[in-house]
């Protein structure tokens, strides 16, 4: 029965994935509809749990599992970045070769980042491969199919996870996501998923030379990595029985390259040759037995190697005397490597995979649309400017010349002229004074709501900074996680940039406040009723005869044409802000193809087609203006020429042009405070949004921070004060009374037949020294002889029974326990060697070592390398700096 070796998989717990990424799609994608990813969310948060759960199963279902959940890990890598600074979602992984519980394991590393997450679920894809590869029947060809595939499978992701593994973690990982491991499993894997095809080929039948060249590439792979697993840094890491397997299998397998060898040897007649490989498959094998030792299972082929040797050698002394060459002078066996690393798949690991997420647009395609929005909301508000301040300069031209009102006042009436009473009623009809007050008096609440938000959002980060600092300079280099003013420099990047658009709107609030306290009683006048706007012009001459004068009706024909202009120019503007494109398409097709978006040159050109052909008409549009206010001047110039004369209107004129300019004036500030208005408005929920975000950073560093000070409180609690200092002298008793001999051993039993009294046997009536008093005297339960005394004391013998002669190697403590074959009985300190025919000395016998006992005179060291019992408890291992 072939064995091979599974990776255990690496173990997580649950995390909390919906809040964090419910919010950060909220802040982010604003445009997205809450059903779009709401059950989106609950899916990928079961798909999570059931990974944890099914995780164990070593089937292929269980491998569907993982499967879909790193595929949507990967889909969702360019949509929702899991990060310390983005979703903060805190992933523990558990190394896969710590031997402790779940919840005392020592080697568990936990990151914010979705790589992290990412390179764990491919380690364990890996891994759950090489378990189901395991419990193939290998017996079948079918099993051996499907072992070579997952094992090479298997061995693809370990040489891709040594690749790139340290760029995603981006710190020391846990041992069984270092390199060095990594590239020891992806080498034992495909060696594996080799030694299944040499199988398939030996059940097959091939031919024995090509089947040679299979198993000897087998066996020069698992030299490959054994040489790998026994680097000093891994050999603690793998499981007790890995690296003899791995041993025995790299010399099994040489030695059945030489067999299969043999057998093309016997085949071309090379009967010496033959022997000579069977007689090194022999040795080879023996040796494969010796480094397996229990693990070894290829007794089946050492026999079969055994016996081809043997009928060799019978047929070669009897029949063909084929001289057996030295092994060291044999042609090398080819190699033929089939079994290779499988390449990552270039799509996705499972054919049934949907992405939970396919209404959500990647970042970069997101990112894209937003600089091109930058880039068209910048052409239109260009372009609407452009046309607005030629429009506010004609306008401004216009009421310096009082026009039209001037041309209409000709007739030497009082009466307020036309132009100036439909101008009147726009402004009331908009609001009037009145609605520029209330817009202008909301603005500072508008401000200071947007201030204090903002400031709010500056206060949480500087203070979580200086927690972070303050808990960094408190604990050294045991603060491990990532400095605060790393992760919150984005963030603090986006308050500046709304502080400065804040700083902004601040200074264009007091121009137009200023511009509207300089307009202001003409703004008012129009806001009145016709009557009063009458009552408050001067009267004026008469201006009789100016009716028909020429220079009065080209002016005419010149503000028609103004009016033209003014009009083409709001259809402009409408066609301007009108303009839709297309461009996610463009960018997923730049994305899909190049892997980068290019937004600067998509969106330039897109933008150059569709904004060239009003761009020319603004353009033309200002130069006719401009030919016209020449025009315009000019013509006036003549007729103020023709009114001269009447020098009573020169005050009612200049009231008339401020009427018209503040008309133009309050339609100015009436449109920009009420995209003051706007501004403030939109500003608010993006600043909520940027505090929100701000929120969960700071409570979750919050809980990361109290997570790592209970971590170092237990470390801190659980460390040792140090060694107790060195007593005084005259607290202990000097050296040379302190007792080095051993506990006192019981005297040996008495022989009849030994020569003289034991050692410490008293003779009847000779009573010992400090003895006990004899047996008829003692009260003590009864007991066997050589055990403990009521005292703590070892009896003595009886002295009124004679002991016979006993045999060799008896025990005289227990004399139903009987001795080992071979067995030899140490003697005690001071024990007289017993003289009784065809006894043996005792030799080579250690007597038990006390902690701190001198050896006895005589005794023998221990010999080199052998190691003492240790009594004093072990110190607490170090934590490790993942803890």
Not at 42 to 48: A, D, T, W
Not at 205 to 221: G, N, R, T
Not at 619 to 642: H, K, P, W
Request: glycine share 4%; charged share 25%; net charge negative.
């Amino acid at each position: 029965m072939a064995t091979f070796l599974a990776v255990p998989l690496k173990q997580t717990q649950e995390v909390e994935l919906i809040k964090p990424m419910r919010s950060f799609i909220q802040n982010t994608f604003s445009q997205a509809d809450p059903d779009d990813y709401n059950k989106a969310l609950n899916e990928f948060s079961k798909l999570r749990n059931l990974m944890i759960a099914k995780s164990v199963d070593k089937h292929d279902s269980a491998l569907e599992i993982l499967y879909r959940y790193y595929d949507q890990v990967v889909a969702i890598e360019n949509k929702l970045p899991i990060a310390e600074n983005q979703i903060r979602v805190n992933f523990k992984w558990r190394d896969a070769f710590d031997k402790e519980s779940l919840f005392s394991g020592k080697r568990i590393l936990a990151i914010a980042s979705g790589s992290y997450e990412k390179v764990c679920m491919l380690f364990n894809i890996a891994a759950l491969q090489t378990q189901i590869a395991e419990v193939q029947n290998h017996d079948s060809d079918e099993g051996l199919k499907t072992s070579a595939k997952y094992f090479q499978s298997a061995s693809g992701i370990f040489g891709h996870l040594k690749d790139v593994v340290l760029s995603h973690i981006q710190q020391d990982p846990t041992p069984d996501m270092n390199p060095d491991t990594l590239n020891a499993l992806s080498a034992l894997m495909v060696a594996q998923a080799q030694e299944t095809i040499y199988r398939k080929c030996a059940n097959d039948k091939m031919k024995d030379v090509m089947v040679a060249k299979v198993v000897h590439q087998c066996s020069e792979l698992y030299a490959d990595a054994m040489k790998l697993m026994q680097l000093s840094t891994l050999k603690e890491l793998w499981p007790k029985e890995w690296i003899p397997t791995v041993v025995m299998k790299q010399a099994a397998f040489h030695a059945m390259a030489e067999f299969y060898q043999s057998c093309v040897c016997k085949e071309a007649r090379s009967y010496g040759e033959q022997i000579a490989r069977l007689q090194h498959a022999n040795d080879l094998m023996a040796a494969s037995s010796q480094r397996g030792g229990t693990t070894f299972n290829f007794r089946n082929e050492q026999g079969k190697i055994q016996r081809e040797l043997q009928s060799a050698k019978k047929d070669n002394d009897f029949i063909y005397h084929d001289k057996v060459p030295d092994v060291k002078t044999l042609d090398p066996i080819g190699k033929a490597q089939i079994a290779k690393p499988s390449p990552l798949p270039t799509k996705e690991f499972s054919d049934k995979f949907q992405d939970l997420f396919s209404k959500l647009v990647p970042i970069p395609v997101y990112d894209a649309l937003n600089a091109f929005e930058n880039r068209k909301n910048t052409i239109i508000s260009g372009e609407i400017g452009r046309l607005r301040e030629a429009s506010t300069l004609m306008n401004s031209v216009l009421a310096s010349l009082n026009l039209p009102a001037a041309i209409e006042d000709v007739s030497g009436s009082n009466k307020v002229p036309q132009s100036v009473l439909d101008k009147a009623k726009q402004v009331q009809d908009q609001g009037g004074m009145q609605h520029l007050d209330k817009l202008i008096n909301d603005l500072p609440e508008l401000l200071c709501r947007n201030r204090e938000i903002l400031d709010d959002c500056i206060k949480q980060l500087d203070d979580e900074e200086l927690s972070d600092k303050q808990l960094r300079d408190q604990f050294k280099e045991r603060w491990s996680r990532t400095p605060s003013d790393k992760l919150t420099k984005p963030m603090k990047d986006e308050c500046m940039k709304y502080k400065h658009i804040l700083d902004t709107a601040i200074g264009a609030d007091k121009v137009v406040q200023e511009k509207y306290a300089s307009h202001k009683s003409a703004i008012a006048l129009l806001s009145k009723p016709s009557a009063e706007i009458e009552k408050g012009i001067p009267s004026a001459g008469s201006s009789g005869g100016l009716q028909n004068n020429s220079a009065v009706q080209q002016l005419k024909k010149m503000m028609e044409e103004v009016a033209t202009i003014k009009a083409e120019r709001e259809v402009i503007e409408t066609e301007i802000k009108d303009v839709t494109f297309d461009m996610s398409s463009k960018f997923f097709s730049a994305m899909a193809s190049d892997g980068l978006i290019d937004e600067e040159s998509l969106s330039v050109g897109e933008l150059d087609r569709m904004y060239g052909p009003l761009r020319e008409q603004v353009n033309d549009s200002i130069q006719r203006q401009e030919m016209l206010m020449g025009r315009v001047q000019n013509t006036n110039t003549e007729f103020c020429q023709a009114k001269a004369s009447n020098q009573g209107a020169a005050q009612r004129e200049q009231v008339l042009k401020d009427l018209a300019a503040g008309f133009d004036m309050y339609m100015e500030l009436k449109s920009n405070l009420e995209e003051g208005t706007k501004f403030y408005n939109d500003l608010t929920p993006l600043l909520v949004k940027l505090q929100n975000k701000i929120s969960d950073f700071c409570f979750a560093r919050k809980t990361e921070k109290d997570e790592l000070m209970s971590d170092l409180q237990k470390k801190i609690a659980s460390q040792p004060t140090g060694p107790a200092p060195k007593a005084p002298s005259y607290q202990s008793p000097p050296e040379s009374t302190q007792s080095r001999v051993p506990p006192p051993r019981p005297p040996p039993p008495s022989y009849t037949s030994a020569p003289g009294p034991a050692p410490g046997y008293a003779p009847p009536n000779q009573p010992q020294a400090n003895a006990p008093p004899p047996l008829h005297e003692q009260q003590p339960p009864q007991q066997s002889y050589g055990q403990p005394g009521a005292w703590g004391q070892q009896s003595p013998y009886p002295t009124s029974m004679s002991m016979p002669a006993m045999p060799s190697g008896f025990n005289a403590y227990n004399p139903y326990m009987q001795p080992y074959p071979g067995q030899q009985q140490p003697p005690y300190p001071g024990q007289q060697q017993p003289s009784y025919p065809g006894q043996q000395p005792y030799s080579g016998q250690q007597p038990m070592q006390y902690p701190g006992q001198q050896p006895y005179p005589g005794q023998q060291q221990p010999y080199p390398g052998q190691q003492q019992p240790q009594y004093q408890n072990p110190p607490y291992p170090q934590q490790p700096q993942w803890r």
